[in-house]
């Protein structure tokens, strides 16, 4: 059984612990917040019947029973808090975008490989079926010529934002802006899907404070490229797109909530090609459609899978998770840095 800290009081720490209910191989066991949010750690403790609270955080990776610390902290907090965790030899959970510097995402997969130690990046999109789905159906659509996501929602802090006052979401101090927290979904189902990109260029749209509110990032891949916009800034629906010579599948929702796969390719057992009314050549085609089963919470599965991993001690999975972590990272920094986004 994991016993599991929580670590921060945010709304994401909300969610995983509801997310969590289900899983019978993970013990609530304790929570950290800062000594101004200690009301709602306690509130939390109640209501999730965890036995430790603490303000102190060296104080709880000296003392607590828990074995695994889940991050929920703002940005750029990660590192710290992360790097701490695995030197007291906690197994750690970090909330994404993993750090804001790639030689920090090398750093700690390096602290956790050389003690045996477990670092995950919490990140829905790996941990959904409808991502193992595309996983398998990618050899479907033949040569590879191209993938589009798009995951836009005008953010709930964007009009505060406009009058000048600035969330952590908005601030380049924090690690804010659209590429790092909303564009990495869509970057993590390239990379997961294609691996890691030859290069990496964005074109963002810069507010006052010099943080990207919306942009979109070009990632290049042999034979292909990768498009995936992101924006706090405006809406669209939500998808992913990906095209072959010989087909396409589409995820038509928010990249972070998958729950459909539509895979459309080429029906090699008919020869016969029709002309449509523009003149375009149609191909006899085979439509696979796929519905991930209904789960408690977005974040169940995640959970679920980190449990396993570190149960079974299945080192050789937690390594192939990390190393794509990693890889974003390096994607995540070579595009900002190249698109002037000082952190």
Request: glycine residues 6%.
């Amino acid at each position: 059984i994991m016993k599991l800290a929580f670590i921060g009081t945010g709304k994401i720490i909300a969610d995983a612990l509801f997310a969590i209910e289900p899983i019978k191989e993970i013990e609530k066991t304790a929570i950290f917040a800062r000594p101004h949010s200690k009301e709602k750690a306690e509130a939390f403790a109640k209501q999730y019947n965890i036995a430790e609270v603490y303000t102190d955080y060296e104080k709880l990776l000296t003392e607590t029973t828990a074995d695994t610390v889940y991050i929920g902290l703002i940005n750029s907090a990660h590192y710290s808090y992360a790097k701490q965790a695995l030197l007291h030899g906690k197994n750690v959970i970090l909330e994404k975008p993993f750090t804001g510097f790639y030689n920090e995402a090398q750093e700690l997969q390096q602290i956790a490989e050389e003690n045996k130690l477990f670092i995950f990046e919490a990140v829905t999109v790996l941990h959904n079926e409808v991502f193992y789905e595309m996983k398998k159906n990618v050899e479907k659509l033949g040569t590879l010529r191209m993938a589009l996501c798009n995951y836009s929602q005008y953010s709930s802090r964007y009009d505060a934002y406009l009058e000048g006052d600035i969330t952590h979401s908005f601030d380049p101090a924090y690690y804010g802006g659209s590429l790092y927290d909303i564009n990495v979904y869509n970057i993590h189902y390239c990379v997961g899907l294609f691996g890691e990109p030859k290069d990496a260029t964005y074109y963002p749209n810069i507010g006052p404070n010099g943080i990207d509110t919306s942009g979109t990032l070009v990632m290049e891949y042999d034979g292909f490229s990768a498009v995936c916009t992101g924006s706090k800034d405006s809406d669209s629906p939500g998808y992913v797109c990906v095209q072959g010579e010989k087909g396409f599948m589409k995820v038509d929702s928010k990249p972070n909530i998958a729950s459909e796969l539509k895979t459309v390719y080429a029906d090699e057992n008919i020869k016969e090609k029709v002309k449509d009314a523009a003149g375009a050549m149609v191909r006899a085609t085979i439509t696979e459609d796929y519905k991930a089963p209904e789960h408690h919470h977005r974040m169940t599965q995640e959970f679920t899978d980190f449990a396993r991993v570190i149960d079974e001690k299945d080192y050789e999975t937690a390594k192939e998770f990390l190393d794509e972590t990693v890889a974003v990272v390096k994607v995540l920094e070579t595009a900002r840095k190249k698109a002037g986004i000082e952190f």
